[in-house]
């Protein structure tokens, strides 16, 4: 069935990720009743017809889908307007609400914020949910995760640029022994979420050199079978390459609709961070072949695009 011209692209506009609003107006509101009925019958990926009463009606999942596009710019917006520490603070109640299967994001927020950030969030949680980040995660949290988790939620880290040096190698040994002898379970030995909680990102740093050398290994590897323990290393260790494995994994056309959602995140929350925003940049660069300007181009439409180019802009 051929379409009226105005229609042609219109399907573009609403697929994918962000809503190509300018093409809606433009198309949407000049045409003609019989031009739209020609579309929705032509549109069978949008829209059933219902031979019985005559009409073309919706799919449930057309309607969820447009919801939710026209809602990413709305939450980007939302988001940033945040007082950072009440945004990283709603960022940790809803993972609480989903689940253990979204600790993840509270690693991200516990190991990638300055000290004075993490405290502030905590302050927030405050404010917003009477009771303490640490409580709320003790109480949810009941697997292996707990301590290491509660550990980085309270953390006040010194930021100086004072290292022990014999300490830090000899905590490389304590965690090569860990993950090397108690598997998943490294994760729960005190001693670790002692080191990962409490030490200084630059001690880390130089732990991260002397592990190495011990193992013959890159800590960053995936040294733990715990998930959750090689995630917090990186956050700690490297961010940047944290950050574009998360941003490339949202980026994805085939991407769920969760992991879409961590594009929106990441660009709010570090958009204001200039110099890490600038090695998330680079880091994509070098890892992916592209930078992450362009893919936004590739793949977000409309407002949405907009918004978040202007938020990438903002370290150039």
């Given at each position: 069935m051929a379409l009226p011209l105005e229609f042609e692209g219109l399907t573009e506009a609403i697929s994918g990720m962000g809503v190509d609003e300018k093409a809606l107006i433009t198309k949407l509101g000049s045409s003609h009743k019989e031009h739209r009925k020609l579309f929705r019958k032509a549109s069978k990926s949008f829209f059933v017809e219902d031979e019985e009463r005559a009409f073309e009606k919706c799919h449930d999942h057309f309607v969820k889908h447009l919801k939710l596009e026209f809602s990413r710019f709305n939450n980007a917006v939302v988001m940033w307007a945040m007082h950072p520490w009440e945004r990283d603070a709603r960022l940790v109640k809803k993972a609480l609400k989903k689940g253990e299967e979204s600790c993840n994001l509270i690693v991200e927020v516990s190991c990638t914020r300055s000290a004075e950030d993490l405290l502030g969030a905590r302050k927030a949680y405050h404010s917003l949910f009477d009771q303490s980040m640490?409580?709320?995660?003790?109480?949810?949290?009941?697997?292996?995760?707990?301590?290491?988790?509660?550990?980085?939620?309270?953390a006040y880290r010194y930021e100086g640029n004072k290292v022990?040096?014999?300490s830090a190698k000899s905590e490389?040994?304590?965690?090569?022994?860990?993950?090397?002898?108690?598997?998943?379970?490294?994760?729960?030995?005190?001693?670790?979420?002692?080191?990962?909680?409490?030490?200084?990102?630059?001690?880390l740093q130089h732990l991260h050199k002397h592990f190495n050398e011990i193992k013959g290994s890159d800590l960053l590897g995936g040294v733990s079978e715990s998930p959750l323990l090689n995630e917090a290393l990186l956050c700690l260790l490297k961010p940047s390459l944290y950050?574009?494995?998360?941003?490339?994994?949202?980026?994805?056309?085939?991407?769920?609709?969760?992991?879409?959602?961590?594009?929106?995140?990441?660009?709010?929350?570090?958009?204001?961070?200039?110099?890490?925003?600038?090695?998330?940049?680079?880091?994509?660069?070098?890892?992916?072949?592209?930078t992450l300007a362009q893919r936004i181009e590739?793949?977000?439409?409309?407002?949405?695009?907009?918004?978040?180019?202007?938020?990438?802009?903002?370290?150039?």
């Open positions: 640490e409580e709320d995660i003790a109480s949810h949290v009941h697997g292996p995760h707990r301590n290491l988790l509660v550990g980085l939620v309270s022990k040096e014999d490389a040994k304590i965690l090569a022994e860990a993950v090397a002898s108690s598997g998943e379970e490294a994760v729960e030995k005190d001693e670790v979420v002692r080191i990962l909680s409490t030490r200084s990102k630059l001690h950050f574009s494995k998360i941003l490339d994994a949202s980026l994805n056309k085939e991407a769920d609709k969760t992991t879409k959602k961590w594009l929106t995140r990441v660009l709010v929350t570090r958009a204001d961070h200039s110099d890490e925003m600038k090695e998330i940049k680079e880091e994509y660069h070098q890892l992916y072949g592209e590739e793949n977000i439409k409309g407002n949405y695009k907009d918004f978040l180019i202007t938020l990438l802009s903002k370290s150039d």
